[in-house]
C-alpha cells in the first residue's frame, strides 16, 4: 500500500504563491520602515518632502472617505437616538400609566373626603346618632338586597335601626353580631317605607323592586306623582325619622311610579346608624307569671 501523500502548505500552488508575496511585501515593508527611519535620522529636509508628499497623496482620498464616515456616523447616530426614542417611549407610557393610577386615585381619596366631610357634619348636628362605620359588603340573591356594616351590637347597633348616609336612606339593620350589623337594602324585594311627598304632602308607600329602583304607591289620588317629585319619610311606624329623603320619581303611570333612591346603593362607603324614631313597647310577660 502507497504510503498517504502528505499534505502541507506546497500541496497547493495557489497557496505557495500567497506565502511568497506575503513574505515579499513583508520585507517590502520592513525595508521601506528602515529607509525611512534612516532617512528621518540623517536627513530630515528629504524626510519634510517624503510627508509632503504623502500628505498630499492621502488628502483627496481622505476627502473622498470623509461624507462616507461622517455619513457612517450620522447613520450611527440616528439608530442610536433611535433606540433611545424607543425606550424612551416605553418609560413615558410607564409614566403616564402610572399617572393615570394616581389620577384615579387621587379622585377616589377625594371623594371619599368630601363623603366623610358631609357624614361628619351630619353626625355633628344630629347627637342621636348611634354608629358610624364602613359598608364593607353587599348581598344580592334573587330579589334581595343587603348589605353589610361593618359596626355590631358593640357598637350599640341594634336590629331594627334606621341607616342612612348624607344623601338620604339607605335602609334598616336587620340582623347584627358583635362587630358587624347585616342592612336590608331600600331596594330589597321585601323592603316597604312610609313615605310623603314633599310637592303636596300627599302620603306614599315605596317597595323594593329588587333592582336598584323603588316602585313608589299614591295613597291619595290617581295623578299624585309627577316626574322629579322628591320623597321623604312620613315618620308613621315609628321606625324612620319623619323628613328624611329618600327617592326621587323617574317615571310615573297613574297612582304608581317608579323611584330612584338617592343614597345609590352601588356607591355606598359609610353609613350611620340612628336609633329608632319610636323605641317598641316592652314585651309583657307570658300570663300566670308573677313576679317576686
Not at 2 to 20: E, K, M, N, V
Not at 149 to 178: F, H, K, M, N, W
Given at each position: 500500500m502507497a504510503p498517504p501523500r502528505h499534505r502541507d502548505r506546497g500541496f497547493s500552488r495557489r497557496i505557495q504563491y500567497g506565502l511568497f508575496f506575503g513574505y515579499v511585501a513583508a520585507t517590502a515593508g520592513i525595508v521601506a520602515g528602515l529607509a525611512l527611519l534612516l532617512i528621518a535620522r540623517f536627513n530630515p529636509v528629504t524626510f519634510d518632502g517624503i510627508r509632503g508628499l504623502a500628505l498630499d497623496l492621502t488628502t483627496p482620498i481622505a476627502?473622498?472617505?470623509?461624507?462616507?464616515?461622517?455619513?457612517?456616523?450620522?447613520?450611527?447616530?440616528?439608530?442610536?437616538?433611535?433606540?433611545?426614542?424607543?425606550?424612551?417611549n416605553s418609560a413615558l407610557r410607564d409614566q403616564l400609566v402610572q399617572a393615570r393610577r394616581d389620577l384615579i386615585r387621587a379622585r377616589v381619596l377625594a371623594a371619599q373626603n368630601a363623603q366623610l366631610k358631609r357624614i361628619v357634619k351630619l353626625v355633628e348636628s344630629?347627637?342621636?346618632?348611634?354608629?358610624?362605620?364602613?359598608?364593607?359588603?353587599?348581598?344580592?340573591?334573587?330579589?334581595?338586597?343587603?348589605?353589610?356594616?361593618?359596626?355590631g351590637s358593640a357598637d350599640g347597633v341594634q336590629r331594627g335601626q334606621p341607616v342612612r348616609t348624607p344623601d338620604g336612606l339607605?335602609?334598616?339593620?336587620?340582623?347584627?353580631?358583635?362587630?358587624?350589623?347585616?342592612?336590608?337594602l331600600l331596594t330589597d324585594g321585601g323592603s316597604t317605607v312610609p313615605l310623603r311627598i314633599v310637592r303636596t304632602g300627599e302620603p306614599a308607600l315605596a317597595d323594593g323592586r329588587g333592582d336598584g329602583t323603588l316602585e313608589l304607591r299614591a295613597t291619595g289620588g290617581v295623578h299624585a306623582f309627577q316626574r322629579g317629585d322628591l320623597l321623604v319619610t312620613s315618620g308613621v311606624g315609628g321606625v324612620y325619622p319623619p323628613d328624611?329623603?329618600?327617592?326621587?320619581?323617574?317615571?310615573?303611570s297613574g297612582e304608581i311610579a317608579t323611584g330612584r333612591p338617592l343614597a345609590n346603593?352601588?356607591?355606598l362607603d359609610f353609613a350611620i346608624?340612628?336609633?329608632?324614631?319610636?323605641?317598641?313597647?316592652?314585651?309583657?310577660?307570658?300570663?300566670?307569671?308573677?313576679?317576686?
Amino acid at each position: 500500500m502507497a504510503p498517504p501523500r502528505h499534505r502541507d502548505r506546497g500541496f497547493s500552488r495557489r497557496i505557495q504563491y500567497g506565502l511568497f508575496f506575503g513574505y515579499v511585501a513583508a520585507t517590502a515593508g520592513i525595508v521601506a520602515g528602515l529607509a525611512l527611519l534612516l532617512i528621518a535620522r540623517f536627513n530630515p529636509v528629504t524626510f519634510d518632502g517624503i510627508r509632503g508628499l504623502a500628505l498630499d497623496l492621502t488628502t483627496p482620498i481622505a476627502s473622498a472617505a470623509r461624507p462616507i464616515v461622517r455619513g457612517a456616523d450620522s447613520l450611527g447616530q440616528e439608530i442610536r437616538d433611535y433606540l433611545n426614542a424607543g425606550a424612551q417611549n416605553s418609560a413615558l407610557r410607564d409614566q403616564l400609566v402610572q399617572a393615570r393610577r394616581d389620577l384615579i386615585r387621587a379622585r377616589v381619596l377625594a371623594a371619599q373626603n368630601a363623603q366623610l366631610k358631609r357624614i361628619v357634619k351630619l353626625v355633628e348636628s344630629d347627637p342621636t346618632v348611634v354608629a358610624t362605620a364602613r359598608i364593607v359588603g353587599s348581598d344580592l340573591v334573587g330579589s334581595r338586597r343587603f348589605a353589610t356594616l361593618a359596626a355590631g351590637s358593640a357598637d350599640g347597633v341594634q336590629r331594627g335601626q334606621p341607616v342612612r348616609t348624607p344623601d338620604g336612606l339607605v335602609g334598616r339593620i336587620a340582623e347584627t353580631g358583635r362587630h358587624a350589623a347585616r342592612i336590608v337594602l331600600l331596594t330589597d324585594g321585601g323592603s316597604t317605607v312610609p313615605l310623603r311627598i314633599v310637592r303636596t304632602g300627599e302620603p306614599a308607600l315605596a317597595d323594593g323592586r329588587g333592582d336598584g329602583t323603588l316602585e313608589l304607591r299614591a295613597t291619595g289620588g290617581v295623578h299624585a306623582f309627577q316626574r322629579g317629585d322628591l320623597l321623604v319619610t312620613s315618620g308613621v311606624g315609628g321606625v324612620y325619622p319623619p323628613d328624611m329623603p329618600v327617592a326621587v320619581v323617574v317615571t310615573t303611570s297613574g297612582e304608581i311610579a317608579t323611584g330612584r333612591p338617592l343614597a345609590n346603593p352601588a356607591k355606598l362607603d359609610f353609613a350611620i346608624v340612628l336609633p329608632e324614631a319610636m323605641a317598641p313597647p316592652p314585651v309583657a310577660p307570658p300570663a300566670g307569671r308573677t313576679h317576686r
